[in-house]
């Protein structure tokens, strides 16, 4: 074995979760002095992740449930219904006869925004606003909210998925449903994770 | 209302500081249960589980040095306070009771 233990991890350690330090010495200590693997240092990082965000939910359960009730309501029905509405907005106000003006002068949404892959681009960047919703509206500022949030994310699309199964290509599907929107929520739920984080060793 | 028992693997943490007198922080604790206790522990439960003891009075903690080996980070030490111990001996009682006269697990079925 040599070096120190996977820099990532560690990083993500430091960076993601609101683990007590020690916890941290402790790893590096028994990656060294135990002979671990670094494979036994990854899982040790996913548990810290994972205890991280159960602390979290378990210490606000009530607000907890609230924020990933609101996180999913603005990813259903911001990616099914609002979306395409705004997709659909410009021929909306020409049905309505406002914008007759501007068709006639070929100001049209170009079609492309509203197909893939530019449609799961759009999607992705709501999945993102509902991480960044529970973050906002969790009691705790740290990103153990957003993991808690993931696996409700990731459910949410495995129904859609099997929903979806025969109309779309299944690449496609699991590219969007299990990879690319799940990530959007959560470097949504970082994004807004970062503004609220409080400054180090100034009591809020 | 905050509990008065405690589950398996917390009475395993205090039972691994009380052996292991005034060592007792994370690695030689998760070394402990998982050599006398026979199973795998993530560090992480083990301070989620020490957090929760310490949250009812039941241990307490204090910071050592920075070593090297540990990136410079501090060891935090773990003590079992009266109330702790008394927890641990009303269930070693409890389990105690539970255990005598039952011949199927005492191999004498």
Request: aromatic fraction near 10%; hydrophobic fraction near 45%; charged fraction near 20%.
């Amino acid at each position: 074995m040599t070096g120190g233990p996977p820099r990532f991890a560690t990083w993500i350690l430091k960076h993601w979760t609101s683990v007590d330090e020690c916890v941290a010495g402790d790893l590096v200590e028994q990656y060294h002095r135990g002979g671990r693997s670094s494979l036994w240092y990854w899982r040790q990082v996913c548990s810290a992740i994972a205890h991280d965000a159960i602390r979290d939910v378990d210490a606000h359960p009530v607000r907890a449930a609230l924020s990933f009730g609101v996180g999913l309501v603005v990813m259903w029905w911001g990616a099914n219904y609002i979306l395409y509405s705004l997709l659909n907005l410009p021929e909306w106000l020409f049905v309505t006869g406002l914008t007759k003006g501007l068709y006639a002068r070929g100001l049209t949404l170009p079609q492309p925004l509203r197909e893939f892959p530019m449609l799961a681009g759009w999607k992705a960047l709501v999945y993102a606003v509902s991480g960044w919703v529970v973050v906002r509206t969790a009691s705790t500022p740290g990103t153990s909210i957003v993991f808690a949030y993931l696996p409700f994310v990731l459910g949410f699309n495995a129904i859609t998925f099997v929903n979806s199964v025969g109309r779309y290509p299944i690449a496609q599907l699991t590219i969007d449903l299990l990879i690319l929107y799940p990530l959007a929520a959560f470097a949504g739920g970082l994004v807004a994770s970062r503004a609220r984080r409080p400054i180090r060793g100034v009591e809020s | 209302m905050p509990r008065s028992t405690l589950t398996d693997f917390e009475l395993l943490i205090l039972l691994a500081i009380l052996r292991l007198d005034n060592e007792a922080y994370g690695v030689p604790i998760a070394d402990e249960i998982e050599r006398t206790g026979r199973r795998t522990v993530a560090i992480a439960a083990v301070y989620a589980s020490l957090e929760r003891l310490a949250a009812r009075g039941l241990v307490t903690s204090s910071l050592g040095d920075p070593t090297p080996e540990r990136g410079g980070r501090a060891k935090k030490f773990f003590t079992v306070t009266g109330k702790g111990a008394r927890l641990v001996r009303e269930t070693y009682e409890a389990l105690n009771a539970m255990w005598r006269g039952l011949s199927t697990v005492n191999g004498r079925a």
